[in-house]
């Protein structure tokens, strides 16, 4: 399974951008599907997840009330961002985790699959 992200850009701070993240070479149907973020100089960290049947949904609290994790079908899944602040630049990845329950998954380590990126830049 490849996962490609896009939607990235430069937005001014209280601005909307819709990250996309569409899978070839397989389903993700059966998976928890996740975002994560990195900005510079920093590690790694988690902003959203949706379960397979995306009855479950989670976010790190610096994003809750603002973003929206969604999937509408076995091969695409999304990111709204909404009221945009410059702490939220970073490259941001979708990853997927092949699960059959209605959990979701917040820990990077548990993704088996991963896109290649996208930039999210937010001007002040």
């Known amino acids: 399974v490849q996962l490609q992200a896009s939607g990235g850009g430069l937005v001014q701070a209280g601005g909307s951008l819709r990250l996309s993240c569409a899978a070839s070479g397989g389903t993700v149907s059966r998976s928890c599907m996740g975002w994560f973020r990195q900005a510079p100089g920093k590690e790694r960290e988690f902003v959203a997840a949706?379960?397979?049947?995306?009855?479950?949904r989670s976010y790190a609290a610096s994003v809750k009330g603002r973003f929206i994790i969604s999937r509408d079908n076995a091969k695409n899944t999304y990111l709204r961002m909404n009221n945009l602040k410059p702490e939220d630049t970073a490259v941001y990845y979708c990853?997927?985790?092949?699960?059959?329950?209605?959990?979701?998954?917040?820990?990077?380590?548990?993704?088996?699959?991963w896109g290649q990126g996208t930039k999210v830049t937010v001007s002040s």
């Open positions: 990853a997927a985790k092949f699960s059959s329950g209605s959990r979701v998954y917040s820990v990077e380590s548990d993704y088996e699959y």
């Open positions: 949706i379960s397979y049947r995306g009855g479950e």
